[in-house]
């Protein structure tokens, strides 16, 4: 089945810096990847999310790559601002989209310092 | 359309007692999903229903967990003669359609003493 790998687990990065959330998958016909943020004590939100046919996607200060072949895809946050501190999951479609659950990584806790 | 709701918010209980939860999805989504997340962990796939058939259950599922979702609407997570390894969120979702964006509850604490 699915595995998937998140790192770092946790990132502490100064206002206005980038930060920088790497996952791989294992399954090659996985084609959906979203990403959700926990702030804490509250439920997961969707950020953004890619699927296996576009590269990129960009939504303001976020976005995601994907790479095929290599089997890896990253969120990608600009001028970091301190409500972006919470935890991050990157997720992937289980089976090649032929299931309908998610397989989520372990989660980073991104920090952002005033 | 309040989002998803989930009840309790909080549950305790003793080992070996039997514990029910419930879910409430966005009323539209026909998809609703059992996820169970532990501290430092990411969301863990339970079980997943269409409308009122269970299409998909975890292997990690024991045969001490049961979920029904009678009419397609409200679902129900009963977990029976519960074990202290049983306690983390047991988070609820739902969907319109496969691949696209799961909306959350906030989730129910389970905690066995």
């Known amino acids: 089945g699915e595995n998937v790998e998140q790192h770092p687990s946790t990132l502490s990065v100064q206002e206005g810096d980038s930060a920088v959330i790497k996952c791989t998958y294992s399954?090659?016909?996985?084609?959906?990847f979203p990403w959700y943020k926990q702030e804490l004590g509250k439920r997961p939100q969707l950020i953004i999310d890619i699927r296996s046919n576009v590269g990129e996607k960009k939504d303001q200060r976020i976005a995601v790559t994907l790479n095929k072949t290599a089997k890896h895809f990253s969120l990608h946050i600009t001028e970091t601002q301190p409500e972006d501190s919470a935890v991050y999951f990157c997720a992937a479609s289980g089976d090649g989209g032929a299931t309908n659950k998610l397989i989520f990584g372990t989660g980073t806790l991104l920090a952002v310092q005033p | 359309d309040t989002g998803v709701s989930q009840d309790p918010r909080h549950k305790i209980t003793k080992r070996g007692q039997n514990v029910t939860f419930r879910c409430d999805p966005i009323s539209e989504h026909n998809r609703l999903y059992w996820y169970r997340q532990t501290l430092g962990q990411g969301p863990e796939f339970l079980t997943y229903?269409?409308?009122?058939?269970?299409?998909?259950k975890s292997r990690l599922l024991s045969d001490r967990f049961s979920a029904e979702r009678p009419k397609g609407s409200f679902s129900t997570l009963e977990i029976q003669r519960t074990e202290q390894g049983d306690s983390a969120m047991y988070l609820c979702?739902?969907?319109?359609?496969?691949?696209?964006?799961?909306?959350f509850g906030s989730g129910t604490q389970l905690s066995v003493l």
């Open positions: 979702a739902s969907s319109l359609r496969r691949n696209e964006k799961l909306f």
């Open positions: 399954d090659s016909a996985s084609n959906y």
């Open positions: 229903f269409q409308n009122e058939a269970q299409l998909e």
